[in-house]
């Protein structure tokens, strides 16, 4: 099965994961799940299909949508299997950050409009 994600790269995922991210969670099949989750709560989340439209969004807003993704993804990963950190407060730590990013990047989104998105 071939990664399938609109808005995010497999490297982004892996990316916010860390290094020390469990290899068997961090496979294709899981990267596919991730993805597809996050860009449904995100088509949700703004009242708008993000993933059928992303080549007329906004830069700017693709980046956040993207950031988004991988952050929420890597939170999972992370969550998968704690025992390739240094320790389970690493992971957890790594986690609070990344969660803290996705509430600073919900504010941004929910005062949004879709106008915003297409850049009118």
Do not use: P
Not at 53 to 78: D, Q
Not at 92 to 109: G, S, T
């Amino acid at each position: 099965m071939a990664y399938t994600g609109t808005i995010v790269a497999v490297a982004e995922m892996q990316f916010m994961a860390g290094e020390n991210v469990d290899a068997t969670g961090d496979v294709e099949a899981n990267h596919n799940y991730l993805a597809g989750y996050a860009e449904a709560y995100l088509c949700n989340l703004v009242k708008y299909d993000i993933v059928t439209n992303w080549g007329s969004l906004n830069a700017t807003y693709k980046k956040l949508f993207s950031e988004y993704a991988a952050r929420f993804a890597a939170i999972a990963l992370i969550q998968y299997n704690m025992a390739g950190y240094t320790s389970r407060i690493e992971a957890e730590d790594m986690i609070n950050v990344h969660w803290a990013r996705l509430q600073q990047i919900e504010r941004i989104l929910k005062e949004a409009s879709v106008q915003d998105f297409q850049g009118v």
